[in-house]
C-alpha cells in the first residue's frame, strides 16, 4: 500500500495529460468544423409539400444555381482566412463582399439626353456600341429637319449597364442623365406566392367541375374556374414582366443636334491725336474736333457667341477701309475668334468734314468637329459721328449751301407751325367769306343814291 501511494502522483499525472490530450483534440475537431462551415457552402433547404424554403444564403447559391454562374457562394458571404492574413496582433483581416452579388431583384433604368452634331451618324454609333456590348436596340423614334432628334431605347445586361452609360456619353455632350435602380424583389415574391394560391385554386376547381353532376353546378363551376385561370394568367404576366425588367436593363438615349448660338459684336470708338500703336483704344463714342486734324478710330470685335469664329471680316464705306488697312492693337486675326475673346484694331485719320462711320464686321462660325457651318454666318454694323468743326475764316461754297439749307429748313418749319395754328379756325373761313360778298352787294345797291346829281331846271 505504501508502494502504491508513492507512484500515485504519477498516475494522477499520466491521467491528467491523456484528458487534456483528448480535450485538445476535440477543440481542433471543433475549429476545423468551423473553417470548413465558412469556407464551404452555407446552404440550408427546409422541405415542405409542394415548397422549398431556403435561407438567405440559400437563396444566393440557388439564385446563382439557376443563372448558371460560375461564383462560388464562399466567394460572395464568406472568405477563407488563412495565417498570411492575420496582423501582428492576431485580428483577422475583414472579409469583402461583392457589392454586385445582393441577391435581390432588382430593375435598373436610365435617362440619357445627348447633343451631337448629326443626328443619325450618332443613332448608327449608339447602336454599335450596345451591340458590341451583347445589348440591342428595342425601339426608335426620330423626326426630322428644322429640329432633328431621335430616342433609342436600348436593353443590356445589368451588368454591362455602367458600362453602356460610358459608352453612350462618349457620343456627344451629355445635357442631362437621370439613373435609377428599382428593389423589386417583394413584389416578386408576393407574385410567386398568389400564383401557387391561384394554381392550387384553379386545381381544386378542375377536380370539383369532373366531379359535378347538375348542369347548374357545372356552369357556376366554369365560370369560376375561367374567373381564376384568367387571374391566374394576369399573375404569370406580371411576373414575367417583371422577370424581364430584372433580367435587362433599360436605356432610353434622347439624341438631340447640338444647338449653337453663334454671335459676334463691334464697338467702335474715336480719340484725338495719333500714336501709332493705337494705345488710347477704346476711345471715346462720339468725337468732336477741328477740320484736317489727326484723329484715331478704334474697332473691338467680340465674340459673344458660344462656337468659336473664323475668317473675321471688317469694312466702312465710309472710311473706305477694310480689315487689311487696320493696325492690330490686340488679339490674333489670323487665329480663330474663341467665345469670350476679343480683337482690338485702330485706324489714324484727318477728317475734312464731318463722318458718320458705317463699321460693318462679319465671321464664319464652327460646329463642335471644327468645321466651317456653312450659311450661319453672323455680322454686326455700327455706326459713330465724328464731328469736324471749322476753325473759323471765310465761308466757303460748302458753308454757304448748308446755311441756304438750313435756312429753307426754317422757313419751312415756320409755315407748318402756322399752318398748324390756323388749322382749328378754318370753319370761320365760309363765314367770313359770306360776310364780305353781302357786304359788297349792299355797298353797290346803296352807292347810286348818294352819287346822284339833281339835273338843272
Not at 450596345?130 to 431621335?150: D, E, H, K, W, Y
Not at 444647338?259 to 494705345?279: H, I, K, N, R, W
Not at 474736333?289 to 484723329?295: H, K
Not at 464686321?361 to 471644327?370: F, H, I, K, M
Request: hydrophobic share 40%; with cysteine; net charge negative.
Amino acid at each position: 500500500m505504501r508502494r502504491f501511494n508513492r507512484r500515485s502522483p504519477w498516475l494522477v499525472a499520466l491521467f491528467l495529460f491523456a484528458v487534456m490530450s483528448l480535450v485538445a483534440g476535440a477543440c481542433s475537431d471543433s475549429d476545423s468544423a468551423s473553417m470548413q462551415l465558412a469556407g464551404g457552402e452555407f446552404t440550408q433547404t427546409t422541405t415542405v409539400p409542394e415548397a422549398t424554403t431556403t435561407t438567405a444564403a440559400g437563396s444566393f447559391a440557388q439564385r446563382y444555381s439557376d443563372t448558371g454562374d460560375d461564383l462560388a457562394l464562399s466567394g460572395t458571404l464568406n472568405a477563407t482566412v488563412s495565417s498570411g492574413d492575420l496582423g501582428t496582433d492576431g485580428i483577422a483581416a475583414p472579409v469583402v463582399f461583392q457589392t454586385p452579388d445582393f441577391g435581390r431583384d432588382i430593375i435598373f433604368t436610365a435617362e440619357i439626353s445627348v447633343a451631337v452634331t448629326d443626328v443619325a451618324v450618332a443613332g448608327d454609333r449608339a447602336t454599335r456600341e450596345i451591340s458590341a456590348l451583347g445589348g440591342f436596340l428595342f425601339g426608335q423614334r426620330t423626326t426630322g429637319a428644322p429640329n432633328p432628334v431621335s430616342v433609342l431605347t436600348f436593353k443590356v445586361l445589368p451588368e454591362d449597364f455602367t458600362d453602356a452609360l460610358d459608352k453612350l456619353g462618349e457620343i456627344g455632350e451629355i445635357r442631362s442623365q437621370n439613373v435609377s435602380a428599382s428593389d423589386v424583389t417583394d413584389r416578386i415574391v408576393d407574385l410567386e406566392s398568389r400564383i401557387l394560391t391561384a394554381e392550387a385554386s384553379v386545381e381544386r376547381l378542375r377536380e370539383l367541375l369532373a366531379s359535378a353532376g347538375g348542369v347548374a353546378v357545372v356552369v357556376q363551376v366554369e365560370t369560376e374556374l375561367l374567373q381564376r385561370e384568367t387571374q391566374l394568367e394576369t399573375l404569370r404576366g406580371q411576373l414575367r414582366t417583371l422577370e424581364d425588367q430584372v433580367g435587362l436593363a433599360t436605356i432610353v438615349v434622347t439624341l438631340s443636334e447640338a444647338a449653337t448660338q453663334p454671335s459676334v459684336d463691334l464697338m467702335v470708338t474715336a480719340y484725338a491725336g495719333f500714336d501709332g500703336l493705337g494705345q488710347g483704344c477704346p476711345g471715346d463714342f462720339g468725337l468732336g474736333i477741328e477740320q484736317n486734324t489727326e484723329a484715331t478710330v478704334c474697332f473691338e470685335i467680340f465674340n459673344t457667341g458660344d462656337t468659336p469664329l473664323i475668317n473675321v471680316e471688317l469694312n466702312d464705306p465710309v472710311l473706305d477701309i477694310t480689315l487689311e488697312d487696320l493696325t492690330v492693337v490686340s488679339g490674333e486675326p489670323a487665329e480663330q475668334l474663341e467665345p469670350g475673346e476679343s480683337l482690338i484694331f485702330a485706324f489714324e485719320i484727318t477728317p475734312e468734314r464731318d463722318l458718320r462711320t458705317q463699321t460693318r464686321v462679319s465671321a464664319t462660325p464652327l460646329n463642335q468637329d471644327g468645321d466651317p457651318q456653312e450659311g450661319r454666318a453672323v455680322a454686326n454694323t455700327t455706326s459713330i459721328l465724328i464731328d469736324a468743326v471749322d476753325p473759323g475764316g471765310i465761308a466757303g461754297f460748302s458753308e454757304g449751301l448748308d446755311a441756304s439749307l438750313s435756312f429753307l429748313a426754317n422757313l419751312g418749319r415756320l409755315l407748318i407751325l402756322g399752318a398748324g395754328v390756323l388749322l382749328p379756325f378754318i370753319w370761320l373761313l365760309p363765314i367770313l367769306a359770306w360776310a364780305v360778298i353781302k357786304w359788297r352787294r349792299r355797298e353797290i345797291v346803296i352807292a347810286p343814291e348818294y352819287d346822284e346829281v339833281p339835273s338843272p331846271s
